[in-house]
């Protein structure tokens, strides 16, 4: 069986904030004469899809076909960004709203050598208008009345697009229409989801949204106040990503599944990687504990390269067959 007939294709709707990561890759020889900081000789500038748009690509990459809402400001930057979406990657960018009230997300990254030097973040953090908020609904409505669409995911980076009155909305139009609800939280919304399908926090954001403090490496007690929190949400699965430690999957039954031995590179993007490849695992009818295995393979893989990069299917498929998690 190849990869393309195990995971199928589908259309999944991914709700959230679009950014660009922009790198700047260089060499750091000196220190500035002007302040104890390292200066970088500049070799190459680079600008790729971050945020949201990187579970876009992820989805592309596993043989998705992505639709992304967002919101983007009436700028140099947003422009770039719906571009990059249409001609680099095929994706239809018509349905981000360009606001003259935002401006775009720009995350940079100066890397020298391999090594993370500094970030520097261009961005707007408030809520979006409720007239954009209102666009996002009759977009996302009349997407999901297409019937094409197979699962949803909500992609929050706490920039604002994401609000309470989009989840319930959202929640809602996909109960009626039995579609799956996945989402990707940060702080500000992490209470605002209930009945959903699928909750993936990593431990950072579960410990920090329930106020709670718990040992990462104790997986029972974790388990313990995960499951109270998933039953009391009535969401079907939440699941946990525990770095080093792995991933813990809660449902009617629960299972902690052991990080892959690899070495680590940059974290940047597994996240998004993750909740990707279980969304299309989802979708093609895989069942929840194997979706978890596949995506926590695929996490493993992109921490071994540099910056925010998607997932090697035919690497993923690979190693999954060798671990025995594909037969």
């Known amino acids: 069986m190849e990869f393309d007939e195990f995971f199928g294709t589908c259309k999944v709707l991914v709700i959230g904030d679009v950014m660009i990561d922009a790198y700047l890759w260089g060499d750091v020889n000196r220190i500035s004469p002007e302040a104890p900081v390292p200066v970088l000789s500049c070799i190459k500038r680079e600008n790729r899809l971050g945020g949201a748009g990187n579970v876009v690509i992820n989805l592309k990459a596993m043989g998705a076909i992505p639709l992304v809402v967002s919101v983007v400001g009436d700028d140099e930057q947003g422009v770039l960004l719906k571009t990059m979406l249409s001609e680099d990657y095929g994706v239809n960018s018509d349905y981000i709203i360009v606001s003259e009230q935002r401006r775009t997300t720009v995350k940079t990254r100066i890397i020298s050598q391999g090594q993370h030097l500094l970030r520097v973040d261009d961005e707007m953090d408030s809520l979006v208008a409720i007239d954009e908020t209102l666009m996002m609904e009759d977009t996302i409505a009349e997407l999901l009345d297409s019937g094409e669409v197979s699962a949803v995911v909500f992609e929050d980076y706490d920039k604002g697009v994401i609000t309470p009155r989009l989840i319930e909305f959202v929640v809602e139009q996909c109960a009626e229409r039995e579609i799956p609800v996945l989402a990707d939280p940060k702080s500000r919304n992490f209470n605002a989801y209930h009945g959903i399908t699928v909750y993936k926090p990593n431990f950072k954001e579960f410990c920090s949204g329930l106020n709670v403090n718990v040992k990462k490496g104790d997986i029972n007690q974790l388990m313990r106040i995960a499951d109270e929190f998933r039953m009391a949400r009535e969401m079907d699965y939440l699941l946990i990503t525990l770095s080093e430690h792995g991933m813990l999957l809660c449902g009617a039954e629960s299972e902690h599944i052991a990080a892959q031995r690899s070495e680590i590179v ?21 069942d929840a504990f194997t979706a978890t295995r596949i995506a926590n393979v695929a996490g493993g893989q992109v921490c071994q390269k540099v910056g925010v990069v998607p997932v090697d299917k035919v690497q993923l498929y690979e190693e999954c067959k060798r671990l025995n998690i594909i037969i």
């Open 266 to 286: 940059d974290v940047s993007g597994a996240g998004d990687t993750v909740i990707s490849v279980f969304t299309v695992c989802l979708a093609a009818g895989i």
